[in-house]
C-alpha cells in the first residue's frame, strides 16, 4: 500500500510497532479503498510513549531558546520543501482536494513551526523592581509532558499548532492524531528528528478515544490541549481535573456570519463559501448560520447559487477541483442526517441536498433558506457542507440571535458601514471575529473560542503562556523582619 507508514507509532525517534493494538484502517475518502492498516496504541506502547518523552525532558528544557527555535525552524523549511508530497499524503488521509492541502496544511504547519521558532529564543521572564531595594524575577519554566489530542479535519496543522509552542517553551509531547486521519502526525515527527530534535521530544501514537483518555489520567502528564468535539471536550476536561492539569480545548461551533444590506455582496457570497464549503465544511469555525438582511435575501441567494455551480466536485487530487468528499462514510451519514432534519422542520432548501453518485463519501454543497433559530440544523453543529440561511431586519435583532448559542469559536459581519461593523464585532460573543472575510487563521493571530467552544487560545504569542509558566523569586535586599 502506497501510503502504508513504516509502523503505526512515532517513540524516542524511531518508527514502533506492536501488532497487538485493535486494527485502524485509513481510508481514502474519495474512492473507499484502504489506503494504509495501522494498530491502535497497547497499553505498553502509551508507556513507552510517556516514558520517552518524560526522559527527553529535562534535557531539551535545558537547551537554549535559540537552539531549540533552530530546530523548530529547520523542520518548518523541510516542511515547505516538501510541501506537495505531505498535501498528497493529507489529500488521501482526508479527502481534501490538492488545491486545498497544498496551500492550508502543511504551509500552516510549517507557519507555526517558524513562527515558535523564531520566539523560543526570546520567551523570558521578568524584573519587577519593589520597595526598598527588594525585587522579583520571574522564570518562564516549560510545563513538561503535554499531551496533544486531534480530530480529523486538519491532521497536519493540528499536530503542529499544538506541538511547535509545547516544544519552543521546553515541553515534550505525545501527540494523538484522530484515527480516521493518522498519517500526517507521523510525518511531523519523522522531520522534526530529521531537523535535529532529540529523541522523545515528539512522538505520536495511534489510537481511538480510549488511547487519549489514557495520556489525559497519566501523572506524568502535565498539560492537555485537545481539538474536538464538544462532548469528547467536556470528558477530557473534566479527567484532566483531577490531576490539576493545565490544558486548552479547541472545541466545535454554530458561528454566525452576519450580512448586510450595504454589504459588497460578491465578498459576502464569497465568505459565505469559504465559511461553509472549504474543506467540504469541515472547519470548526465555519460560519453555518447566515443572517442575511432581509431586502437583500434573494439576491444573497440568486448569486450564491449561481457561484456554487461553479464548484468542481471530483478527484481531490485533480489540482482544478474545487469540492472533495467527505472525510468518511459515518461523517457523511451525519451530514445527511441533518440534511432531512432541515427539510422535515421546514427549511427550504434550494441547493443540493444529495449524496453524489459516485464512489467515496461525496455529498453536494447545501444550502437552506428560511431556516429558523430553533431548527436543529440551525442549532447543532454538522460539521458538513450545509448552510443555513436565516433572515433579518434590524440590528438589535440579528445581534441576540446571533449571540444566542452555547458555542462561541467565530462570527463575522459583511457590511461597509465601519462604525457599524465595530459595534456588531464588540457585541460578539466569540473568540475570533471577522470583518468582511471570514476563516482566516494566521498564525501570528491568537484562536480559540468562547463559552462552550473552548478554553485557551492556540497560536500568537498567547500560546506561549498555555505552554509555560512562570516561577516568582522574590529577593530580599533587607534584613527579615519578624514579629518576635
Ligand atoms: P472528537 O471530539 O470525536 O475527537 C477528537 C479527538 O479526541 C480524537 O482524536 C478522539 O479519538 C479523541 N477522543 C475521543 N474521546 C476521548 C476521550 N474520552 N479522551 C481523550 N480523547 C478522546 O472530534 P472529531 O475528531 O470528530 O472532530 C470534529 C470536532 O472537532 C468538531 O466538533 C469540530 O468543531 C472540532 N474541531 C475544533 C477545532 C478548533 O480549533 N476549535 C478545529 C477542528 C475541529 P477518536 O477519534 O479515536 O475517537
Known amino acids: 500500500m502506497k501510503f502504508q507508514p513504516r509502523a503505526s507509532h512515532f517513540i524516542d525517534g524511531e518508527y514502533v510497532e506492536d501488532t497487538n493494538g485493535t486494527a485502524i484502517e485509513v481510508i481514502y475518502p474519495a474512492t473507499g479503498e484502504v489506503i494504509a492498516r495501522l494498530h491502535s496504541a497497547t497499553p505498553a506502547i502509551v508507556e513507552q510513549a510517556l516514558n520517552s518523552a518524560k526522559n527527553a525532558q529535562a534535557a531539551w528544557a535545558a537547551l537554549s531558546g535559540t537552539e531549540r527555535g533552530r530546530i523548530l525552524r529547520r523542520a518548518s523549511d523541510i516542511m515547505r520543501e516538501r510541501n506537495y508530497d505531505l498535501s498528497v499524503l493529507e489529500t488521501h488521509d482526508t479527502g481534501k482536494p490538492i488545491q486545498e492541502t497544498t496551500v492550508a496544511d502543511a504551509t500552516s504547519g510549517a507557519d ?21 531595594g527588594d525585587f522579583v524575577y520571574t522564570i518562564r519554566e516549560a510545563l513538561g509532558v503535554c499531551v496533544g489530542i486531534g480530530a480529523w479535519n486538519y491532521p497536519t496543522q493540528i499536530a503542529c499548532w499544538k506541538g511547535a509552542p509545547a516544544l519552543a517553551c521546553g515541553n515534550t509531547m505525545v501527540f494523538k492524531p484522530s484515527e480516521t486521519t493518522p498519517l500526517s502526525a507521523l510525518k511531523v515527527a519523522e522531520i522534526l528528528v530529521e531537523a535535529g530534535a532529540p529523541k522523545g521530544v515528539y512522538n505520536v501514537i495511534q489510537g481511538y478515544g480510549d488511547v487519549g483518555a489514557s495520556l489525559v489520567t497519566d501523572p506524568r502528564v502535565a498539560k492537555v490541549s485537545l481539538t474536538g468535539s464538544v462532548p469528547t471536550g467536556r470528558k477530557v476536561y473534566a479527567a484532566a481535573a483531577d490531576g490539576m492539569k493545565h490544558v486548552t480545548m ?69 489540482e482544478n477541483v474545487s469540492f472533495g468528499p ?79 448559542t452555547e458555542f ?77
Open 408 to 484: 462561541g469559536l467565530a462570527a463575522g459581519v459583511f457590511t461597509n458601514d465601519l462604525t457599524r461593523a465595530h459595534r456588531i464585532v464588540a457585541g460578539f460573543e466569540a473568540g475570533t471575529c471577522y470583518i468582511n472575510t471570514y476563516n482566516l487563521a494566521p498564525v501570528e493571530a491568537p484562536f480559540g473560542g468562547s463559552k462552550m467552544s473552548g478554553v485557551g487560545r492556540e497560536n500568537s504569542k498567547l500560546a506561549i503562556n498555555h505552554f509555560s509558566e512562570m516561577k516568582t523569586v522574590y529577593v530580599s535586599m533587607n534584613d527579615v523582619e519578624a514579629p518576635y
Open 326 to 404: 467527505m472525510v468518511s462514510e459515518n461523517q457523511m451519514n451525519i451530514a445527511l442526517g441533518y440534511i432531512e432534519k432541515g427539510k422535515a422542520e421546514g427549511a427550504r432548501l434550494i441547493y443540493g441536498g444529495e449524496r453524489i453518485d459516485r464512489d467515496g463519501y461525496f455529498l453536494q454543497p447545501t444550502v437552506f433558506a428560511d431556516v429558523t433559530d430553533n431548527m436543529t440544523i440551525a442549532r447543532e453543529e454538522i460539521f458538513g457542507p450545509v448552510m443555513s440561511v436565516l433572515d433579518f431586519e434590524t440590528e438589535e435583532e440579528v445581534m441576540a440571535r446571533a449571540n444566542d
Open 112 to 132: 507555526a513551526l517558524e513562527y515558535f521558532g523564531g520566539l523560543a529564543a526570546s520567551l523570558t521572564g521578568e524584573h519587577i523592581p519593589l520597595g526598598g
Open 250 to 318: 479547541e472545541l466545535g461551533g454554530k458561528s454566525p456570519m452576519i450580512v448586510f444590506d450595504d454589504a459588497d455582496i460578491e465578498n459576502a457570497v464569497s465568505g459565505a463559501i469559504l465559511g461553509n464549503f472549504y474543506s467540504s465544511g469541515q472547519v470548526c469555525s465555519n460560519g453555518t448560520r447566515v443572517f442575511v438582511q432581509k431586502s437583500i435575501k434573494e439576491a444573497f441567494l440568486k448569486r450564491l447559487s449561481e457561484r456554487l455551480d461553479h464548484a468542481k466536485i471530483g478527484d481531490p487530487m485533480d
